[in-house]
């Protein structure tokens, strides 16, 4: 990413920033990896974020470097150990039984080796062999069998993070809800194509309330609604405040544990009596994920899917209310939505409200955000029971989206070129510069003195708004004169007056 289309991302940034910040959203940075468990439990070891898409290396003590560079095999054991005792390398169960074996064959490898010196004739033969098992066995429990590290992975989504970081900072001993967003890079090991990249920038946010404890479920469904309303209200203000085209909120209510589980039950009753009739993808699904069927974009399958059962006919009583009462709520807001029963996420987290949003301009990856409550998350992480919504807004795709819309606004890159000649100049040259700068303008100094034809077509390549010309007749009469690129209108203004007139109060 480079100037210019860097000013974009600053500018979707800064107004994520500012509208979230109205909604009372504060920034959360959490790390770029974390145990590869975090995500195997909270994403699902069965998605194929976890179980094809993410990068996972394990990771081992600073002073133990890769297997067999420089090292003879002793040696290495011998750090082995000493990390292991150290608390370095994790003390599983494995690698302590491992440690006493380990520690065994080493005393017993550095006997042969010292007496193998002064051995001879069949004794010798005999310890060399030793000695060669011995090597060959270290080896293998060090370089093979041993854990040197905790598996860990460069986050394919922030969510798990976010709900990690409620738990070990005690946060629902805060005023509830806990209100964060986050901006950043993402890594998943897709095919790339335009809009899907193996790193992905997301901005997301989400909203965590711990449950009372002995809470009545039913009660608080309107609450909920309202927050799950709001927090999508929050991402079409930020996507009018960019100016994003052609945006499209679909919504859906995906059930809860219990009712979701009934209806993925007579789903898949129904997916298998028309089995032989779907792809390949679908069939391994209707085994592994009904669900996910529903998302299947093959045109041979759209028929047999319009005729599959409809989760908002099996929503539970309380499922049904909440999805009624956010409808109720968006329309509240003045929220234009379209239903989509087919909306089902990736992720096993997600329970009840599921939306998604497109844009302008995408192609077949049009989907720009995508967000759902996730009740129970943080409670599968080891927290108490806790209310969660939150959202990732793809930020690549919104940037192509903007840009193909060009409401890129991409920023001009210069206010002013300051076009100076003579060396009397130069001085006057940088104090205004300096002052042009301090009062927040983009300033081009040219190092060296130009004639004003070269200095001016620079300028214009700079796409610099002003053109300050500073020759010796301004110097001498102390008026500066200022060239509109756009418009090729000159006029005068004394140095006083210069930041107040670029700044448009003093009539143009
Ligand atoms: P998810 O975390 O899968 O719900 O994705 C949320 C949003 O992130 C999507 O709607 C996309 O806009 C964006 N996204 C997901 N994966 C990628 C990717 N590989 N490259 C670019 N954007 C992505």
Known sequence: MLPPETDLWNRVEQTARE?????????????IFEPTELFARAVGGETDIVSKEMYTFQDRPADLPEQHKGFVVPEYARRVIVNFD?????????????IHELKEKLDRFEWVDKNL?????????????EYETL?????????????????????????????????????HALPQPVKLWYTGPMFRRERPQKGRYRQFYQIGAEVLEMVPPNQDPAKNIGKDAAVDAEVIEMVLAFFAKLGLEGVKLEINSIGDRECRTKYVELLRAELLKVKHKLGPDSQRRVETNPLRVLDSK???????????????????????????????????????????????????YYMRTTFEITALGLGSQNAVCGGGRYDGLVELLGGQPTKGIGFAIGEDRLILSLQEASKGGVAQGRDVFVAWMGEKAQATAIAAA??????????????????????????DKLGARYALILGDDEIATGQWTVKTLASGEQRTVTAEDIVKFLQGEIEQ
């Open 117 to 129: 010196k002064a051995a001879k004739g069949s004794e010798l033969v005999a310890l060399f062999g």
């Open 86 to 98: 150290r608390r370095e390398i994790p003390h599983t169960e494995p690698n302590q039984n491992l």
């Open 434 to 459: 300096q002052k042009l700068r301090a009062a927040g303008f983009r300033v081009e100094l040219p190092p060296v003195e130009q004639k004003f034809g070269k200095a001016l077509g620079q300028a």
């Open 298 to 348: 093959l045109d041979s399958e759209q028929g047999i899917i319009a005729g599959l059962p409809k989760i908002a006919d099996h929503l539970c009583a309380n499922c049904a209310a909440q999805y009624a009462e956010v409808k109720r709520q968006l329309g509240m807001r003045g929220v234009a939505y379209a239903e989509n029963w087919r909306l089902v996420r990736g992720l096993d």
């Open 135 to 171: 090597y060959t066995e270290l080896a293998q429990i060090v370089f093979v069998k041993f854990a040197l590290g905790d598996l860990v992975s460069l986050r394919p989504e922030a969510t798990a993070s976010v709900c990690r970081a409620y738990i070990e900072h005690g946060m």
């Open 19 to 31: 509208v979230f910040g109205t909604f009372g959203f504060g920034e959360i940075r959490p790390p």
